[in-house]
């Protein structure tokens, strides 16, 4: 028997749901209207910027002083290549928002969250956020948006500013893995003795094991192909003809290599997820050698990938971060 699909936010175990009250529906109406005001604001702002510089060049087409002349110069390039991209990634921030606030107008549902602020899972900014809101308090609860995945609230104080996290599901470890906890054995190793065992996958655990698989589509191919293609017609046309320093030849040597490396790690990852999953099963390793350790010790981690599983019969962090959305 397997227990229940386990939800998560920022790696945090979902306890339960709430709906949000018209009050706080209004307000997320308002935070989106805001949103697409200071969006159009950064907008216009780049506007401004490129429009200024334009009439700057024009106005100092004339004869002009060098310095005068370089310091224009400067200050145009600053404005389009530096400030105007910088208003519009602000805008597109703004944006991004706006739209995550109005996919929450398709549900009211509010996800509660309880945990140790230790359990938090989140990327590094976001997370450092979670933590300095939480406190001084070792235990944190969690209200966030279902639709959009939005902090709505932490330990009850409402979020002036949006955090998005994570959300996804994840398969329960059957009862038997409680009991093969138990009867782990000695094994000697080169590297030593580990108390070691190991049990069977479920169904679900499987099934999303597969959903990690990395997969590389074929337009991923054929961009590494081509970089490869590119960055090889460059060499060979440098060895016959050398001209000073191919600076676009070693761009496209070094973009090619960044390429394969990925391509290679993607397929060695995807390689030995496969072997995990023709073989269906995790070890078990009870780092404790008490005979009475407790339980939460216990780490199950995919022998070929190597990579931890559950920790204290819970889902390990980077299920709890990545796993399929529930």
């Given at each position: 028997m397997t ?7 920022a ?5 339960r ?6 009050a706080?529906?209004?307000r997320i109406?308002l ?9 159009s604001?950064?907008?216009l702002?780049?506007l401004v910027?490129l ?10 087409s004339?004869?002009r002083?060098?310095l005068?002349a ?7 390039s600053l404005g389009?290549?530096l400030?105007?991209?910088l208003c519009?990634?602000?805008?597109n ?7 995550l606030?109005k996919?929450?107008y398709?549900?009211s549902?509010?996800l ?5 602020v230790a ?11 979670l933590?300095?809101?939480?406190g ?5 609860v969690?209200?966030?948006l279902k639709q ?5 609230s932490?330990?009850g104080h409402?979020q002036?500013s949006?955090v998005?996290?994570?959300r996804g599901?994840?398969?329960g470890?059957?009862?038997?893995a409680?009991?093969a906890a138990?009867y782990?054995?000695p ?15 479920s169904?679900g655990?499987?099934?999303e094991?597969r ?7 074929l337009?991923?191919f054929?961009?590494v ?5 590119v960055?090889?017609?460059?060499l060979?046309?440098h060895?016959?003809k ?14 090619a ?5 990925n391509l290679v790690f993607?397929m060695?990852a995807?390689?030995?997820?496969l072997?995990?999953l023709r ?5 078990i390793y009870q780092p ?5 350790a407790?339980?939460?010790s216990?780490?199950e981690y995919l022998?070929?990938?190597?990579t931890?599983w559950?920790?204290?019969?819970r ?5 709890r971060l990545?796993?399929p959305?529930?």
């Amino acid at each position: 028997m397997t227990d229940a699909a386990h939800d998560w936010c920022a790696g945090l175990r979902v306890t339960r749901s709430r709906l949000l009250t018209v009050a706080e529906f209004r307000r997320i109406q308002l935070g989106r209207r805001v949103n697409l005001v200071k969006a159009s604001a950064w907008l216009l702002a780049a506007l401004v910027i490129l429009v200024a510089c334009a009439a700057v060049l024009g106005i100092s087409s004339g004869p002009r002083e060098p310095l005068v002349a370089n310091a224009l110069l400067i200050l145009v390039s600053l404005g389009i290549f530096l400030g105007a991209p910088l208003c519009i990634v602000m805008s597109n921030d703004y944006f991004k928002l706006a739209a995550l606030l109005k996919r929450q107008y398709r549900d009211s549902e509010v996800l509660v969250c309880e945990g140790a602020v230790a359990d938090l899972v989140a990327e590094p900014p976001e997370l450092e956020h979670l933590r300095r809101e939480s406190g001084e308090s070792y235990e944190v609860v969690l209200e966030v948006l279902k639709q959009s995945r939005l902090v709505w609230s932490v330990n009850g104080h409402l979020q002036e500013s949006w955090v998005v996290v994570q959300r996804g599901r994840t398969a329960g470890a059957p009862d038997q893995a409680r009991l093969a906890a138990q009867y782990v054995k000695p094994v000697e190793t080169e590297d030593g003795t580990f108390r070691l065992h190991q049990r069977p996958l479920s169904e679900g655990e499987c099934s999303e094991l597969r959903a990690y698989l990395p997969r590389v589509k074929l337009a991923g191919f054929v961009i590494v192909l081509v970089m490869n293609v590119v960055a090889v017609a460059h060499l060979v046309a440098h060895l016959r003809k050398p001209q000073g320093l191919p600076l676009m030849g070693i761009v496209m040597v070094t973009v090619a290599g960044w390429c394969d490396v990925n391509l290679v790690f993607a397929m060695r990852a995807r390689r030995k997820m496969l072997q995990d999953l023709r073989g269906r099963y995790v070890v078990i390793y009870q780092p404790d050698p008490a005979p009475n350790a407790s339980q939460e010790s216990v780490v199950e981690y995919l022998p070929n990938a190597g990579t931890e599983w559950t920790s204290g019969g819970r889902a390990a962090a980077w299920r709890r971060l990545h796993g399929p959305t529930g």
